[in-house]
């Protein structure tokens, strides 16, 4: 059974630094992108970006780049989304997803992890 | 960069059947994929490739993409559909994901 198992709750204050992660179960997790979609309070998804961990190729939403960093280790079958400086707007949920790349869906999605940004 | 457009909000009464819309440029040409949302959950994949079921999803829920539009109807509507559905391309011309705004299901 496919599974993807995210970090739990995070509370933390603007300016600190984050790193969250998302764990696969239940396939060849370096034969699959893994995604990053956020969800604000009360809002729609957005994708953040993919990162491939077969060979670690990352894709950044324009809207994302320069702000999170994605990053995995297939060793443990692990992706990671990380901050250096969170600010209050970084409040939101945040999923991953098994993603086989371009034109294919999001075909499995982790519980999701929810991040409090407030000083 | 590409857009999605989705009605905000839509209503049915159970045991009818609703169709929920999905609006972009020439959106006929790319493969669409419907995910639904319920309140304090992850998405759940309904529809891909336009009218394709994943495994577990009932037949009372489909698809079809033509033109500008794409469309995921659920006939015989129950309460537990109730949920945000959210419609996604993959936009080849800029290697982008897109999510469109989403449309909130309201069994009345």
């Known amino acids: 059974e496919v599974q993807l198992v995210q970090s739990g709750a995070q509370v933390k204050q603007p300016g600190e630094s984050l790193k969250i992660s998302c764990q696969g179960f239940?396939?060849?997790?370096?034969?699959?992108?893994i995604a990053w979609v956020r969800q604000m309070p009360g809002q729609g998804l957005e994708w953040m970006g993919i990162?491939?961990?077969?060979?670690?190729?990352?894709k950044y939403s324009p809207s994302f780049q320069g702000h999170v960093t994605i990053s995995a280790d297939k060793s443990i079958t692990t992706a990671y989304l990380q901050w250096n400086s969170l600010n209050v707007a970084d409040t939101a949920v945040y999923y991953c997803?098994?993603?086989?790349?371009?034109?294919?869906?999001?075909?499995?999605w982790g519980q999701g992890t929810v991040v409090t940004v407030s000083s | 960069s590409y857009v999605l457009t989705q009605t905000p909000s839509v209503s049915v009464a159970p045991g009818e059947t609703v169709r929920m819309t999905c609006g972009g440029v020439?959106?006929?040409?790319?493969?669409v994929h419907w995910y639904q949302q319920k309140p304090g959950q992850a998405p759940v994949l309904v529809i891909f490739?336009?009218?394709d079921r994943p495994s577990g999803i009932p037949e009372r829920f489909s698809g079809s993409n033509s033109g500008n539009t794409a469309t995921l109807t659920i006939s015989r509507v129950e309460a537990g559909d109730e949920a945000d559905f959210y419609c996604?391309?993959?936009?080849?011309?800029?290697?982008?994901?897109?999510f469109g705004g989403g449309t909130k299901l309201t069994v009345l």
């Open positions: 020439n959106i006929g040409s790319q493969s």
């Open positions: 490739d336009d009218r």
């Open positions: 996604q391309v993959w936009d080849r011309s800029s290697d982008q994901r897109v």
């Open positions: 997803a098994r993603y086989y790349g371009n034109m294919y869906p999001f075909d499995f």
């Open positions: 239940g396939y060849r997790f370096h034969n699959y992108w």
């Open positions: 990162i491939y961990p077969g060979d670690s190729d990352t």
